[in-house]
């Protein structure tokens, strides 16, 4: 196990160097080549797939894992549209960031660099394999992938085409590796690598995130649970705030900005609870609730604390009447975990009060929290979302993958 680790480690170090100063080209070039074979290949991919869908359904993965864990056409066509996306954008490596000249003459500059190796350790989401091996290719970074036993056989075959069309393209053919092995004790390893790993991102559920920060020597950017609010908001438009809810907890709730818990101010709950928790009940979703949602949803189970402090993951809802904005402020002061937050109101000023006051990575006024995505804000994909506040925040992209190095041209300067 350590050894296998250790090899590809090694290799995508070396072959890291040679990514650093490829042309735009040649990267695009690859990217387009790595989406095509994903098209090319779709067959092959779902029926990998297929395998790991039917294993997590035999241990008992509950609907929305396996909903992570599931690919189809439109599912890989999207992530080979990414990689498109990703090759269309501007190359963030080798940019002069500023240049200015000291009173000695020496021209100082500062240029965007690659990190160099980037390891990624996920759970049962297929598509970050793609995700992660463009994005990183793309800022000239080599990528050791190492994803969860749910989807072992779907990594290997995406892995396995996009390296192969990677090569094909040009590019060194350990730039992208994907760890097999799927004993943890490979993950505890690579958290201690590093000589040849330069950042790791871990993307999954809390107990990972907190297993890699707390163990890793390898410098790290921790990406966030997502326990995601909508505050309702007396002066907020009902049927907005219904279809909202509805679509940020219900079109995937296994990802992590799903909603995971609503706010709902006193004076509309009556108006506003029945209807809205009937549209969640046609969808499969179970209420838990303060004792005031229960007495306007009867069927709503009575929430605990532990409730209104979970990333559900699931087809379940935690719903607390409040009774104003600042009640509503608190409670995700306390519940919050700086992922996504929104606020569905037609007041201006409570809008702005919302965007000010709420710390978190993206705060949104009127609109769904599904739209915390790399995609979605324009970035072809994303390498994970950072809930930390040093270097990178919210969906990291291309710029989140490149580091700095300053550049200073003289004419024979000394220092006296």
Known sequence: ?????????????????????????EKNTALNAMAQALRDNNDYILQENAKDVETGREKGLSRAL??????????????????EKVSSLDDPVGVVESMWTRPNGLQIG?????????????????????????LCLKTGNAVVLRGGS?????????????????????????????????DRAAVNYMLKLKDYLDLLIPRGGAGLIRTVVENATVP?????????????????????????????????PGV????????????????????????LKEAGVEIRGCEQTQKHVSWANLATEEDYSSEFLDLVLSVKVVKDIDEA????????????????????QKGRRFHREVDAAAVYINASTRFTDGGMFGF????????QKLHARGPMGLKELTTSKYIIFGEGQIRE
């Open 220 to 252: 790290v950017i921790e990406t966030g649970v997502g326990n995601c609010h909508v505050y309702v908001d007396n002066e907020a438009n009902l049927e907005m705030a219904r279809d909202i809810i509805v679509n940020a907890k219900c079109q995937r």
């Open 150 to 182: 749910e989807a072992i056989n779907s990594n290997k075959a995406v892995a396995g085409v996009l390296a192969g069309a990677a090569g094909a393209a040009g590019i060194p053919s350990a730039a992208v590796q994907l760890i097999e092995n799927t």
């Open 329 to 348: 402020l608190d409670h995700i002061y306390e519940f919050g975990t700086g992922h996504s937050e929104a606020i569905i109101t037609d007041s201006y």
């Open 256 to 279: 992590c900005n799903a909603l995971e818990s609503v706010l709902v101010h006193r004076d509309i709950a009556a108006a506003f609870l029945p209807a809205a928790a009937e549209k």
């Open 380 to 387: 072809g994909a994303e390498i994970g979302i950072s809930t």
């Open 110 to 134: 500062r240029i965007s660099t690659p990190v160099g190796v980037v390891g990624i350790i996920y759970e049962a989401r297929p598509n970050v394999t793609a995700d992660a091996a463009g």
């Open 1 to 25: 196990m350590e050894q296998e680790v250790f090899n590809k480690a090694k290799e995508a170090k070396e072959a890291a160097r040679k990514l650093s100063f490829l042309s735009a080209n």
């Open 66 to 83: 396996i909903d992570r864990l599931s690919l189809s056409p439109e599912r890989i066509n999207d992530m080979a549209a990414g990689l």
